[in-house]
């Protein structure tokens, strides 16, 4: 995998994910950027969401989440891409969510294990770090 490919195709993930919080586009235009099943895991629990609609559900919530808080957008601070492999690049992210009126809502990190699928590269798993 290719640094600036993956660079360039998480830039898209962050505008889609933006557009579906803001209702510009359907929840489920994110199926384009999970591959099935996906590994999420945070401080309190790991789970393997197994089909299309757990990973759905799972976007859906933290969509809901974030429209509840006035979200306008996600501002990515920091992505480093160490490609693993020919189909695997891991990434290690830090992002800033944020309101209409430009505050914060929340600051994550995390890390995005990224693997080829014929349709492309997808997220395998999603590990979000302590803060």
């Keep these: 995998m290719k640094e600036a490919d993956i660079r360039q195709w998480f830039a898209h993930y962050i505008d889609t994910f933006a557009a579906c919080c803001l209702g510009e586009r359907e929840p489920d235009a994110l199926l384009a950027y999970y591959r099935v ?3 999420i895991t945070d401080d309190d629990h790991a789970s393997l969401l197994a089909d299309d609609a757990q990973v759905l559900g799972w976007a859906t919530d933290l969509l809901g989440q974030l429209r ?17 492999n020919g189909s695997t690049a ?7 969510r944020r309101r209409h009126d430009g505050s914060e809502i929340a ?25």
């Excluded at 509840?68 to 693993?84: K, Q």
């Excluded at 891991?90 to 800033?96: D, E, G, K, Y």
């Excluded at 080829?116 to 590269?121: C, K, Q, T, V």
């Design 68 to 84: 509840a808080a006035d979200y306008d957008h996600t501002d990515l601070l920091h992505l480093d891409i160490e490609p693993l």
């Design 90 to 96: 891991l990434c290690r992210t830090a992002i800033s």
């Design 37 to 39: 099943p996906l590994l």
């Design 107 to 131: 600051e994550g990190a995390g890390f995005y294990l990224v693997t080829n699928s014929p349709a492309g590269p997808r997220f395998s798993a999603v590990a979000a770090l302590n803060p």
